[in-house]
C-alpha cells in the first residue's frame, strides 16, 4: 500500500499594499517585521524539519504558495523553498503546485521562473474587471491589468485558478456579470467567487460600523451569485463547493483537503496544520500542548467543512471518523431542514444545501451545530 497523502501549505505573509477588506497576516515590505530573505530562511528549516518528521508516513500530493501576495517576493525566494520541498519530500508525481499571484506583482519572466522551477497552477487575484469597483477595494491594479495576469498566465502554466469577489462596494449586477463575461472568455479552468465579507480590523469593517460603505443588499448579492452561477454553468464548468468551479478534472486538491478534513501542514506565520485529529500552527509538528481535538469541536468543522461541497457531505467518512451515523447523531434538525427544502440527499449517502439553502448556509449550519 502507498503512504499516505499529504498537502502542504506555505504562508507568505508579504503585500505591496493591504485591501481594505482583507484580514489575512500579511505586511507590507516597509513595515514588516523581517525582510523575506530572513522570513524564508526560517521557513526553509522548518521545511527541513518537517520532513525529517513526516516524510517516512506522508508522500505530498498538494503543495499551495498562499499568502499575502507570493507574487510580490523575489520569484528565487518562492522557488528555493518549493525546491527545499522537494528535497525534504517526497513529492508526487502528479502533484498539484500552486501559488497565489497579484496581477500588479507579475510579469512573463516570473511566470517562467515559477513554471520551470515546478509550480504548474497560479491563482490570479483578478476580484473584479472594474476599476471603480477595485479602486474602492484598495487594489493595486486596473482591470485590464488583471485581465493582461490573466492572459499571461494562461500562456505559461497548464491549470489557472481566477478569484472574483461578488457584494462588493459599488458593484452592481450588471458590473459582476460583465466582467464575469470577459473572465470566462479568458477560459481559465478554474474559479472562485466568495462574497466579501466584513471582518473585524479592516478598513472596510470601520467604514460600515459608521455608517460610510455602503454594501449591495442582500437581495442583489444572492442575484449575483445566482446569476453568475448559471453564466458559469453555461460555459463548461462543474460548481463544486459554494464559491468554487472548475472545468471537469480542475478542481483544486488542495483547498478539497480542507474541505473534506484530509491531512494538511501549513508552514509560515499564521499557517494552521490538521493531522490525526490534533490542530497545530507555525510549526512543523505538533507540542505537548497541542491535544487531539474533542469530538464534538472535530464533528462542527466535520459539517462546516464537508456541507461546503456541491455533492454534499459524506455519511460514510462521518460514520468511519466518529463511529456513529449521521443523520441518527442529528435526526431532529436534518428533518426539519429537510422539511423546509434548505437540505436534501442528492444521493445515497450524501446530505447537501438545496439551491434554496445555498443562501442560508450560515443559518442552516448553525442549526445543526446546535445539536452538538
Ligand atoms: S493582496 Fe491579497 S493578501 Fe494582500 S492585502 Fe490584498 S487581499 Fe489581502
Known amino acids: 500500500m502507498g503512504k499516505e497523502k499529504l498537502g502542504i501549505y506555505i504562508h507568505v505573509p ?87 499571484a497579484n496581477p500588479g506583482t507579475i510579469s512573463r519572466k516570473s511566470l517562467e521562473a515559477y513554471r520551470a522551477a515546478g509550480f504548474n497552477r497560479i491563482s490570479v487575484g483578478v476580484q473584479s474587471l472594474d476599476d471603480g469597483v477595485l479602486r474602492i477595494m484598495g487594489r493595486i491594479h486596473s482591470a485590464d491589468e488583471g485581465l493582461e495576469a490573466l492572459k499571461l498566465a494562461k500562456s505559461v502554466f497548464p491549470s489557472v485558478n481566477a478569484d472574483l469577489m461578488i457584494g462588493t462596494p459599488g458593484q452592481t449586477l450588471d458590473i459582476w456579470l460583465e466582467g464575469l463575461k470577459r473572465v470566462l472568455n479568458e477560459e481559465p479552468q478554474h474559479l472562485s467567487f466568495y462574497s466579501l465579507q466584513l471582518e473585524e480590523g479592516t478598513p472596510f469593517y470601520e467604514e460600515y460600523r459608521t455608517g460610510k460603505l455602503e454594501l449591495p443588499a442582500w437581495e442583489e448579492n444572492r442575484e449575483m451569485y445566482h446569476r453568475g452561477l448559471e453564466l458559469i454553468k453555461s460555459a463548461g464548468y462543474r460548481h463544486y463547493e459554494i464559491s468554487n468551479a472548475a472545468k471537469p478534472g480542475y478542481e483544486c486538491r488542495h483547498n478539497l483537503k480542507y474541505w473534506t478534513m484530509r491531512p494538511y501542514l501549513g508552514l509560515g506565520r499564521t499557517a494552521h496544520s490538521f493531522i490525526d485529529g490534533v490542530r497545530f500552527a507555525e510549526k512543523p509538528a505538533p507540542g505537548p500542548e497541542d491535544a487531539a481535538e474533542d469530538r ?77
Open 296 to 372: 464534538d469541536s472535530l464533528r462542527g468543522d466535520f459539517i462546516f467543512t464537508q456541507l461546503r461541497l456541491i455533492e454534499g457531505l459524506d455519511e460514510g467518512f462521518y460514520e468511519e471518523l466518529f463511529g456513529s451515523s449521521f443523520i441518527s447523531d442529528f435526526a431532529s434538525p436534518l428533518w426539519e431542514l429537510f422539511a423546509q427544502d434548505l437540505l436534501f440527499r442528492p444521493s445515497p449517502g450524501r446530505v447537501a444545501f438545496t439551491e434554496k439553502g445555498l443562501d442560508l448556509t450560515n443559518p442552516v449550519m448553525q442549526r445543526l451545530l446546535e445539536e452538538l
Open 14 to 100: 508579504y503585500c505591496v499594499r493591504k485591501c481594505n477588506y482583507c484580514d489575512f497576516f500579511s505586511q507590507t515590505f516597509s513595515r514588516a517585521e523581517r525582510s523575506p530573505a530572513e522570513y524564508f530562511r526560517c521557513l526553509v528549516s522548518d521545511i527541513e524539519t518537517a520532513g525529517t518528521i513526516w516524510r517516512g508516513r506522508f508522500e505530498v500530493d498538494s503543495v499551495f504558495f498562499g499568502g499575502g501576495t507570493p507574487s510580490a517576493v523575489e520569484p528565487e525566494l518562492l522557488c528555493g523553498a518549493l525546491d527545499e520541498l522537494g528535497h525534504a519530500f517526497h513529492i508526487t508525481e502528479d502533484a498539484e503546485i500552486s501559488l497565489e
